[in-house]
Structure formats: C-alpha cells, structure tokens
C-alpha cells in the first residue's frame, strides 16, 4: 500500500529565504506527482504535476524535482513571501486517472 | 482553466437529516472523485467515478453513497448524517493529466 511522508509537518521562516519541501513514497511504481498549496479552510491548488517520466517542472519561483527509484520529491521555494504561507500537499497516484494518495501536508509561514 | 464547482462552501445539518453534496466540472472530464479532510488524517478517499452511472468504493465509503447521472456532475451522499461526519469534503476530477480540485465544502452535522 502506498504511503506518503512529508517532512517537516510545519516550518517557519524568514522572509527573502530559499526552502525545501520533502516528500517521500514508498512504492516507486507512480505514474505521476502533483504538489498542492491549501490556505486555511479553502480547496486544493495545483502548483506543479511531474509525470514519471520527468526528473523536474518548474513555475516562477517553484521547482519540483522527482527521484522515482530513491522514491523522493522536493518543493524548491526560492525567495519565500508572507504571501507563500499556507500548507503544502504531495500527492501521487498509480495510473493517470486513478486515485491520488496524499501526503498530511507541510505548514509552511513565512515572516516578514 | 478547468473548474470544478461545489455548489455550497458552508453546510450545518442535523443528525439522521439526508445529505447531498454537489460537485460539477466545467471540462469534459470522466473521472470525479470525492475526499474528505480531517486534522491528523489528511485526505481520504470515499468514492469515485470512471464513467456515467458507474461508481467505485474508496477507502472509507461507510455512511456515503454517490450519484452520476450526468458526466460533469458526481454528488456525494451522507444517507443519515451523523457527527462523526463532520469534515471539509473535497471534490475533485481528472482526465489523466493532473487533477483539479473544488474549493471545498465544510459541513458540521450536529
């Protein structure tokens, strides 16, 4: 059964600092990754989706890297804001359209 | 960009009332799925949806039933609400690229 681990549960920051996010699953037959931003009491935000096939995306100031056979993501942040705190989801699922297993997040602040 | 609509962000039920969560895409998507958000627990899948008219158990479907009678909309339905219900419900659908969620519906059953 696939599990995801995120590491750590919360972080707290200057602001103008660069950061990582991890991830980590257990079982490396994914076809794809996704990350997620969530601000208190709202819905999911899709940030970034790495298909197996792809070592890393990117989109302003975000990058994702995969490593499928250590079974490893991270959430690159560079020059984080206030505006950046929220918490953070990793999802993976095993086929294109089948289920995401998720992650239980990192709470990321960011201090100005 | 796809949308995906919940039709209320806040909900207050009563216990044993019949409940029904409406969820629509915009997108021409097949797949929907349903999740529910609990401190501690993360999400959780309660049901989901390949096709019209066909439906698959998550992993806690106990309590729920769902409905797709038409392709962009799955609703969720907690047949005699109790509190242990009580949770940020998260709809989400797909077409093999990536998923997009709704903005979520918080209903408390008391």
């Known amino acids: 059964k696939q599990e995801v681990t995120q590491i750590p549960a919360a972080l707290s920051v200057p602001e103008g600092e660069n950061l990582v996010l991890n991830c980590s699953f257990t079982?490396?037959?994914?076809?794809?990754l996704q990350w997620f931003r969530q601000d208190p009491g709202k819905g999911l935000t899709s940030l970034l989706l790495?298909?197996?096939?792809?070592r890393e995306q990117t989109s302003g100031r975000l990058n994702a890297s995969l490593d499928k056979s250590s079974g490893r993501s991270t959430l690159y942040i560079a020059a984080s804001q206030p505006g950046d705190s929220a918490t953070y989801l990793c999802?993976?699922?095993?086929?294109?359209?089948?289920?995401?297993?998720f992650g239980k997040g990192t709470k990321l602040t960011v201090n100005p | 960009d796809v949308k995906v609509t919940q039709s209320s962000r806040y909900l207050v039920k009563r216990t044993g009332e019949k409940v029904f969560l409406e969820c629509v895409q915009d997108?021409?998507?097949?797949?929907m799925f349903w999740y529910r958000q609990d401190p501690g627990l993360g999400l959780r899948l309660i049901y989901f949806?390949?096709?019209?008219?066909m439906k698959e158990k998550g992993d806690i479907p106990e309590g729920y039933s769902v409905s797709r009678e038409k392709k962009e909309r799955f609703s969720l339905i907690l047949e005699s609400a109790s509190t242990n219900q009580t949770s940020m419900y998260l709809c989400?659908?797909?077409w093999g690229y990536g998923y997009t969620f709704g903005s979520g519906t918080r209903l408390t059953v008391v």
């Open positions: 989400a659908s797909t």
């Open positions: 079982d490396s037959a994914i076809y794809n």
């Open positions: 790495i298909q197996s096939s792809q």
């Open positions: 999802a993976v699922s095993r086929g294109g359209s089948e289920k995401l297993v």
């Open positions: 997108m021409d998507h097949e797949n």
């Open positions: 949806s390949y096709d019209v008219k």
